[in-house]
T-cell receptor
Framework: DTGVSQDPRHKITKRGQNVTFRCDPI?????LYWYRQTLGQGPEFLTY????????KSRLLSDRFSAERPKGSFSTLEIQRTEQGDSAMYLC???????????????FGAGSRLTVL | GQQVMQIPQYQHVQEGEDFTTYCNSS?????IQWYKQRPGGHPVFLIQ?????EVKKQKRLTFQFGEAKKNSSLHITATQTTDVGTYFC???????????FGTGTRLQVTL
């Protein structure tokens, strides 16, 4: 296992089209996160899964966004009816679950860059 | 919600000069993490600080957690061109299951 893999690396689409991104986390990590990053900004949290359960969603995640992790392994992030404001880098990260208060250390993938024309 | 300010936003130094970035939270933190993102790359974990007043070193990098656990700093001694990138602090928020990233400090190093 070489780390967190994301596909595709780049996606150019027209406004109104649907796009889907895939993330394959580190196999022994049971937590998976999606973040969005725009130029010059820090990553913004979108959602996270523990195994197959989606435990938290940001208010940034409008109803056009949906994420799944059906078998607790890979995850998909779908954006429906894309808008120009959706243009960003979508980062996936995974971490092992830590049962105490210690924060999870995130291992990020290389990201999927979305450009909406 | 939790506010995470980092200063400065940008710093340009000559190789060999020192660099410091500061991260300030409006709330007391259980811990803090630091990440580095090279240009065109993705964030990479550097370190986690947990204890009040904790100081950790990684070669030329020194990380400090404030006594009140509301702020942290990253200091680089004698910068090199390989230090170029954006440095983010990241704080556990909500149930501590997710991280909120700071605004970042972009470091540029020239010869």
């Amino acid at each position: 296992d070489t780390g967190v893999s994301q596909d595709p690396r780049h996606k150019i689409t027209k406004r109104g089209q649907n796009v889907t991104f895939r993330c394959d986390p580190i196999s022994e990590h049971n937590r998976l996160y999606w973040y969005r990053q725009t130029l010059g900004q820090g990553p913004e949290f979108l959602t996270y899964f523990q195994n197959e359960a989606q435990l938290e969603k940001s208010r940034l995640l409008s109803d056009r966004f949906s994420a799944e992790r059906p078998k607790g392994s890979f995850s998909t992030l779908e954006i429906q009816r894309t808008e120009q404001g959706d243009s960003a880098m979508y980062l996936c990260a995974s971490s092992p679950y830590i049962s105490r208060s210690g924060a999870n250390v995130l291992t990020f993938g290389a990201g999927s860059r979305l450009t909406v024309l | 919600g939790q506010q995470v300010m980092q200063i400065p936003q940008y710093q340009h130094v000559q190789e060999g000069e020192d660099f410091t970035t500061y991260c300030n939270s409006s709330t007391t933190l259980s811990n803090i993490q630091w990440y580095k993102q090279r240009p065109g790359g993705h964030p990479v974990f550097l370190i986690q600080l947990v204890k009040s007043g904790e100081v950790k070193k990684q070669k030329r990098l020194t990380f400090q957690f404030g006594e009140a656990k509301k702020n942290s700093s990253l200091h680089i001694t004698a910068t090199q061109t390989t230090d170029v990138g954006t440095y983010f602090c990241a704080l556990p928020t909500g149930t501590a299951s997710k991280l909120t990233f700071g605004t970042g400090t972009r470091l540029q190093v020239t010869l």
